[in-house]
């Protein structure tokens, strides 16, 4: 059980007037007019306000962490980020009301070296009492410092753990995370929330609340032969810990050339059965792809992600009728 538990009954001092900005800039980053210019203040001063130190390294020594660095470009992905910030805004509002004194506490899984997520949470309402966890010790110095220089250190407690093993000191309200790099095969978002969907309180929002990654191919000499071959993976946290890994997936009867695998992963925020049932679209990153040429015509390749592995697996029938060409988080063929 992590030591830390939420101060409850200390007073919270107001937020800074550099804070109150920050939340202006989170509201104003989706507007079509404004949008762009907020989104280029708000880089550059959560950068100004997390500049820490560097006597402590980069480190990656919890599976599927970060560097600082690299975290800190998510970001600029500013589709997921508009999405997971009106997410986050309509949870807090809906749990507001539904309790309607008293502290409302939130995990942030992964808070990165901004805290992105933990800022929005706790400017969202001033009752929002954060847990933010991260497994990178230079993130972790960063984002302390980026919180303290806001004065918000009463509402978010910043911690250095793995979040797919560590125990909450409470159980939260609203549990975030956004921790699914390489559709799910880098980061761990599935493993953390396994182990943290579990631990929220009762009607909690879980933000989000279900992952999918599709897997498509496509012909790179036919462009237009592009087959969606499904859900590789579909993992849900709505409160049932319902959860389901689909069965390997086949494409049969490709031609011979090189073909072009996709895997695409979405989240999703119709959230917790207690809130309203769609908040937030969903939201994708293509990033994780192979390029292989089938050297038979007539051969097929079945692809598979046995839960909680950093690959997807390519399998050829017959074997040997696929050659690699370039993979990223692919391997063939299993053994
Ligand atoms: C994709 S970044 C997102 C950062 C921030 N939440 C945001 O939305 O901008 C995910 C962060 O989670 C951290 N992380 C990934 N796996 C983790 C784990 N098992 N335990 C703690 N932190 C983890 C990474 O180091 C990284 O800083």
Redesign the pocket.
């Given at each position: 059980m992590l030591d830390h538990t939420p101060d409850i009954a200390a007073e919270q001092n107001p937020p800074s007037q550099e804070a109150l900005r920050v939340g202006e800039l989170l509201k104003q980053v989706a507007d079509p007019k404004r949008g762009g210019l907020a989104q280029e203040n708000l880089v550059r001063t959560l950068r100004e306000h997390s500049r820490a130190s560097d006597r402590l390294g980069e480190s990656?020594a919890?599976?599927?962490?970060?560097y600082?660095k690299t975290?800190e470009n998510?970001?600029q992905d500013w589709n997921?980020?508009v999405t997971?910030l009106s997410a986050i805004s309509s949870a807090v509002q809906t749990l507001a009301q539904r309790k309607s004194e008293g502290p409302l506490y939130a995990v942030?899984?992964?808070?990165?070296?901004?805290?992105?997520?933990s800022l929005a949470l706790a400017l969202e309402n001033d009752r929002i009492q954060v847990l933010a966890?991260?497994?990178?010790p230079a993130?972790v110095e960063r984002a302390t410092t980026l919180v303290n220089n806001l004065g918000l250190s009463d509402r978010i407690h910043i911690i250095l753990?793995?979040?797919?093993t560590c125990e909450l000191p409470c159980a939260p309200d609203l549990l975030v995370?956004?921790?699914?790099?390489n559709g799910l095969l880098k980061?761990?978002g599935v493993?953390?929330l396994d182990n943290l969907a579990p631990q929220v309180g009762p009607r909690a929002a879980i933000l989000p609340c279900e992952v999918s990654v599709e897997c498509s191919l496509s012909s790179m000499s036919l462009p237009e032969a592009h087959m969606a071959l499904g859900d590789i993976y579909r993992g849900c946290w709505n409160g049932d810990e319902s959860k389901a890994v689909n069965e390997p997936l086949i494409a049969a009867g490709l031609l011979r050339g090189l073909y072009h695998l996709q895997l695409e992963s979405s989240y999703h925020f119709p959230c917790g059965g207690a809130l309203t049932s769609k908040i937030g679209s969903a939201i994708s990153l293509k990033e994780t792809m192979a390029v292989f040429r089938v050297l038979e015509d007539g051969a097929s390749i079945t692809v598979s992600h046995p839960p909680g592995e950093p690959y997807v697996y390519l399998e050829s029938s017959p074997r040997g009728a696929v050659e690699v060409v370039h993979f990223i988080h692919c391997k063939t063929p299993r053994v």
């Open positions: 990656v919890v599976p599927g962490t970060l600082s975290a998510c970001l997921r980020t997971f942030d899984a992964g808070c990165g070296p901004f805290a992105l997520l966890i991260e497994g990178n993130s753990e793995d979040c797919t995370t956004e921790t699914f790099d980061e761990q493993q953390i």
